[in-house]
């Protein structure tokens, strides 16, 4: 198993993606926490990868609270021991004209995309530091790197995220 003894937190982690990551990094050795507000779905995807012989933990997280980053944190490093792996997976998405997005729409999309990525990386690098190291792991878009004609505040939150994650892995 290729991710034996690897411990990763997964943002995202109680449907699609997520869901399907935190599974197959079960099926590898991982032992997953999947960190959602979702709750119920994730208890579901939790149940299931502890019932199939993984070891799943669930953990309520607002990628946007540096509080519930802390806490989920501890949380990871307390039922597992460690903390190797951190995918930033959570998002939302909205596709409109620029025109037709609220203020409050594009800072809701850019707080969830951009700003729980950095609050994630920043919050888990002590933790990863202390364990021997580690892998971030923060998921962009096509979106990103080019234009559209709708979803312009959720291109501008995935072109963040691929700009950080650069600046970031050149700092560590």
């Known amino acids: 198993m290729r991710l034996e003894n690897k411990v990763a937190l997964i943002?995202?982690?109680?449907?699609?993606q997520g869901a399907t990551e935190a599974r197959l990094f079960?099926?590898?050795?991982?032992?997953?926490?999947?960190?959602?507000?979702?709750?119920?779905?994730?208890?579901?995807v939790e149940a299931e990868i502890n019932e199939s012989g993984g070891r799943a933990l669930f953990t309520r997280l607002n990628v946007t609270?540096?509080?519930?980053?802390?806490?989920?944190?501890?949380?990871?490093v307390d039922a597992f021991g460690r903390i190797n792996v951190l995918i930033n997976n959570a998002g939302i998405y909205q596709r409109v004209p620029i025109e037709h997005t609220s203020l409050e729409d594009w800072n809701n999309i850019m707080n969830i995309n951009?700003?729980?990525?950095?609050?994630?990386?920043?919050?888990?690098?002590?933790?990863m530091r202390e364990a021997g190291g580690g892998s971030i792991i923060n998921l962009s878009s096509t979106a990103g790197l080019v234009g559209s004609a709708?979803?312009?505040a959720?291109?501008?939150?995935?072109?963040?995220?691929?700009?950080?994650t650069k600046y970031t892995a050149i700092q560590h």
């Open 154 to 164: 959720y291109g501008a939150s995935k072109g963040s995220v691929r700009l950080f």
């Open 65 to 76: 609270s540096e509080e519930d980053w802390q806490r989920a944190i501890q949380e990871t």
């Open 150 to 152: 709708r979803g312009s």
């Open 11 to 16: 943002t995202g982690g109680s449907r699609g």
């Open 114 to 127: 951009s700003t729980g990525v950095f609050l994630g990386t920043k919050s888990v690098i002590p933790a």
């Open 26 to 44: 079960a099926q590898e050795g991982a032992a997953v926490v999947i960190a959602d507000i979702l709750e119920d779905q994730g208890k579901q």
